[in-house]
């Protein structure tokens, strides 16, 4: 993880947002959309079968 990405997760933590998901949209001509979703929960990773 890069400086600024770090930095990034950790002004997320420090606002209060712990866990989430951000789907991005390629809607053509060059723009794109974006949703997310985010928690102040702490919700641990799926472990793999």
Known sequence: M?????RLMDEA?????RSGAT?????????MAGFSFASSLSVPLPRAC
Not at 13 to 17: F, R
Not at 23 to 31: D, M, P, Q, Y
């Open 2 to 6: 890069s400086k600024a990405e770090r």
């Open 13 to 17: 933590g420090e606002a209060g947002l």
């Open 23 to 31: 789907v991005s949209i390629h809607v053509g001509l060059g723009r």
